[in-house]
């Protein structure tokens, strides 16, 4: 069979594997990772299956980026404002210990494997991928704060555990031992962090401010497709970090391009990211399950003893669960101080807004006011930032939860196959970061679920997320209600029109035909065509109003998404009615 058929029935078939094993996994309560990678290791078992050579370059430059692309999007930027530090501990101090305990361990267990060789595996095995545990938190319904957490780290880690990586890697080549100027590793890693956070934001205005002005929906799919490619080549170019440009690009995007670009056409857009990444996440999975047999194939038949391998694998698995468990009160520690010293700071600048409004709240100075506003508009946001704190503290019930959801996945198998292959020990590495990796995954992904239930977390405290909501619509409504009667010329039409939607703001379901207030066509053409412009100023009012009331932080990510969605489809529904 030539090999772009068998490359096409493979492609098909692994496809409908997915689909079919995430559907029953759903069934019976499993995550769908760990269920496909336990298929790929029995489809691999199957005598006559093809042996496959993995690309690294493939999943570390075609897969990852849209991957990491399509989660940033879904990252509320409020909530990651509020929890980077917690994330930067997570994905750069713990990445980086990890990475050098775990070389240690390699170097210490495994001869003929040099330290900074053996720190470029620590690098390849340190970072956790959260995609299996971000699905079983959603699904067992953990407290937003955790799954926010996890969704960051897993967003940044990467970042931290390649540039690592790269580092250790032309330190193990060059054969210059540790030699190398330490400066030197943090500048270049100063310049690949700045250099991607620029680019990255660079990225993702341009394509929100491109994608505002695109009308045809194919072209704006094919602008959302390409985005993360040109973050993450362009950061390459220059020596950053395309990982983290193509993160920043996906929170600009995620974020601002919620109130500037057509309704339709982030809703087409989210359903193809969710199409790509449901297929492309998993099918990684698959090939994770597929590939370990050939990889303990070929150890077996080396010159290691594949029993020492897998040892080595296994105590590295252990030392970095106990790592990550043992830093959590740590963690757990500092975030409680922090909150108390937001508490202490906060209580100090509402003195202070006190006294600058005693002292100047009479004057009659343009800029003394706009000042005023600036301040009061931050201690406002701090104030809901010490009451968030307060709301989502973490105990130690959920410190456990975020130590075991430290699962690898798809870079840590990617980046393996970076490691130099003319190294004698080669295939062993490769080995060890497959056995971290199913280590990780399987054991902990399973007993996850058994943890979330008998420690019995806070769920999502629904009566708050509905008063929320109700508030928040409440004050939307005002804002549209406003805006239609500053829109409205007096005219009988237009007080016929404003009628009719200060009715349906309420409602938001009736359908177009119901508008119609009799009279001949032309004049119930024309009040339809009225209506249609009033409520486009109602909506561009509501959004406008969402987006300030999103960056000052006073409502939970779920309530402004819930309410931007039901903007959503009234936009798509106005659109549909005007033939746009």
């Given at each position: 069979?030539?090999?772009?058929?068998?490359?096409?029935?493979?492609?098909?078939?692994?496809?409908?594997?997915?689909?079919?094993?995430?559907?029953?996994?759903?069934?019976?309560?499993v995550?769908?990772?760990?269920?496909?990678?336990?298929?790929?290791?029995?489809?691999?078992?199957?005598?006559?299956t093809?042996?496959?050579?993995?690309?690294p370059?493939?999943?570390?430059t075609?897969?990852?980026?849209?991957?990491?692309?399509?989660?940033?999007?879904?990252?509320?930027?409020?909530?990651?404002?509020?929890?980077?530090?917690v994330i930067?501990?997570?994905?750069?101090?713990l990445?980086?210990?990890?990475?050098?305990?775990?070389?240690?361990?390699?170097?210490?267990?495994?001869?003929?494997?040099?330290?900074?060789?053996?720190?470029?595996?620590?690098?390849?095995?340190?970072?956790?991928?959260?995609?299996?545990?971000?699905?079983?938190?959603?699904?067992?319904?953990?407290?937003?704060?955790?799954?926010?957490?996890?969704?960051?780290?897993?967003?940044?880690n990467?970042?931290?555990?390649?540039?690592?990586?790269?580092?250790?890697?032309?330190?193990?080549?060059?054969?210059?031992?540790?030699a190398?100027?330490?400066?030197?590793?943090?500048?270049?890693?100063?310049?690949?962090?700045?250099?991607?956070?620029?680019?990255g934001w660079?990225?993702?205005?341009?394509?929100?401010?491109?994608?505002?002005?695109?009308r045809?929906s194919?072209?704006?799919?094919?602008?959302?497709?390409?985005?993360?490619?040109?973050?993450?080549?362009a950061?390459?170019?220059?020596?950053?970090?395309?990982?983290?440009?193509v993160?920043?690009?996906?929170?600009?995007?995620?974020?601002?391009?919620?109130?500037?670009i057509?309704?339709?056409?982030?809703?087409?857009?989210?359903?193809?990211?969710?199409?790509f990444?449901?297929?492309?996440?998993?099918?990684?999975?698959?090939?994770?399950?597929?590939?370990?047999?050939?990889?303990?194939l070929?150890?077996?038949?080396?010159?290691?003893?594949?029993?020492?391998?897998?040892?080595?694998?296994?105590?590295?698995?252990l030392?970095?669960?106990?790592?990550?468990?043992?830093?959590?009160?740590?963690?757990?520690?500092?975030?409680?101080?922090?909150a108390?010293?937001?508490?202490?700071?906060?209580?100090?600048?509402?003195?202070?807004?006190?006294?600058?409004?005693?002292?100047?709240?009479?004057?009659?100075?343009?800029?003394?006011?706009?000042?005023?506003?600036?301040?009061?508009?931050?201690?406002?946001r701090?104030?809901?930032?010490?009451?968030?704190?307060?709301?989502?503290?973490?105990?130690?019930?959920?410190?456990?939860?975020?130590?075991?959801?430290?699962?690898?996945?798809?870079?840590?198998?990617?980046?393996?196959?970076?490691?130099?292959?003319?190294h004698?020990?080669?295939?062993?590495?490769?080995?060890?970061?497959?056995?971290?990796?199913?280590a990780?995954?399987l054991?902990?992904?399973?007993?996850?679920?058994?943890v979330?239930?008998r420690?019995?977390?806070?769920?999502?405290?629904?009566?708050?997320?509905?008063a929320?909501?109700?508030?928040?619509?409440?004050?939307?409504q005002?804002?549209?209600?406003?805006?239609?009667?500053?829109?409205?010329?007096?005219?009988?039409?237009?007080?016929?029109?404003?009628?009719?939607?200060?009715?349906?703001?309420?409602?938001?379901?009736?359908?177009?035909?119901?508008?119609?207030?009799?009279?001949?066509?032309?004049?119930?053409?024309?009040?339809?065509?009225?209506?249609?412009?009033?409520?486009?100023?109602?909506?561009?009012?509501?959004?406008a109003?969402?987006?300030?009331?999103?960056?000052?932080?006073?409502?939970?990510?779920?309530?402004?998404?819930?309410?931007?969605?039901?903007?959503?489809?009234?936009?798509?529904?106005?659109?549909?009615?005007?033939g746009?």
């Open positions: 069979m030539p090999p772009l058929e068998q490359l096409t029935i493979m492609a098909a078939a692994a496809v409908v594997i997915v689909g079919f094993v995430s559907h029953f996994a759903s069934r019976i309560g995550a769908a990772p760990l269920a496909l990678v336990v298929v790929g290791i029995a489809l691999a078992v199957i005598p006559g093809p042996e496959i050579e993995l690309e370059e493939l999943i570390l075609v897969v990852l980026p849209p991957l990491l692309y399509a989660a940033a999007l879904q990252v509320p930027f409020v909530e990651l404002r509020r929890n980077l530090r930067g501990f997570l994905s750069v101090v990445v980086v210990v990890s990475a050098a305990v775990a070389g240690l361990v390699v170097h210490a267990l495994l001869g003929g494997v040099g330290l900074a060789l053996a720190i470029a595996l620590g690098a390849v095995v340190s970072p956790p991928d959260a995609v299996a545990a971000i699905s079983l938190g959603k699904r067992l319904g953990l407290p937003p704060r955790i799954v926010t957490i996890l969704e960051g780290e897993g967003l940044v990467d970042a931290t555990a390649l540039v690592l990586l790269s580092t250790a890697l032309s330190i193990a080549t060059a054969d210059q031992g540790l190398l100027d330490g400066w030197d590793v943090v500048r270049d890693f100063a310049w690949a962090v700045a250099g991607a956070l620029v680019l660079l990225a993702g205005t341009a394509a929100v401010r491109l994608r505002a002005r695109v045809d194919v072209l704006d799919t094919a602008v959302s497709l390409v985005v993360p490619f040109v973050a993450f080549l950061a390459e170019q220059i020596a950053a970090s395309g990982v983290v440009a993160v920043v690009a996906g929170i600009v995007v995620g974020n601002g391009g919620a109130y500037r057509r309704a339709a056409h982030r809703r087409a857009e989210g359903v193809n990211w969710r199409t990444t449901m297929l492309v996440e998993n099918g990684v999975f698959l090939l994770m399950g597929y590939l370990l047999p050939p990889v303990v070929h150890v077996a038949q080396g010159q290691e003893s594949l029993g020492l391998v897998l040892g080595v694998g296994l105590v590295l698995t030392v970095l669960i106990a790592l990550r468990l043992a830093v959590m009160p740590l963690l757990l520690w500092s975030i409680r101080a922090r108390g010293t937001l508490a202490r700071r906060q209580s100090v600048a509402v003195d202070r807004m006190a006294a600058a409004d005693e002292r100047f709240g009479a004057v009659d100075d343009a800029r003394i006011r706009s000042r005023l506003d600036r301040f009061r508009g931050i201690v406002d701090n104030q809901h930032d010490v009451t968030a704190e307060r709301d989502g503290a973490l105990g130690w019930r959920d410190g456990v939860v975020l130590g075991m959801a430290g699962m690898r996945g798809v870079v840590t198998i990617a980046a393996a196959q970076t490691l130099p292959g003319d004698p020990l080669y295939e062993s590495l490769v080995l060890i970061a497959f056995v971290v990796a199913i990780t995954l054991p902990q992904g399973l007993l996850l679920p058994v979330v239930r420690l019995r977390l806070a769920r999502d405290v629904d009566v708050s997320e509905r929320q909501l109700a508030r928040l619509a409440g004050r939307l005002e804002v549209g209600a406003a805006a239609i009667e500053e829109a409205a010329d007096g005219s009988e039409l237009d007080r016929r029109a404003a009628a009719t939607l200060r009715r349906r703001i309420d409602e938001r379901a009736a359908d177009a035909a119901a508008m119609a207030g009799g009279g001949d066509d032309e004049a119930r053409i024309a009040l339809l065509r009225r209506i249609g412009e009033l409520q486009r100023a109602e909506i561009d009012a509501e959004r109003a969402l987006d300030v009331e999103r960056r000052r932080g006073e409502f939970s990510s779920e309530a402004i998404a819930a309410v931007l969605q039901a903007l959503d489809d009234q936009e798509i529904r106005l659109e549909r009615m005007q746009d």
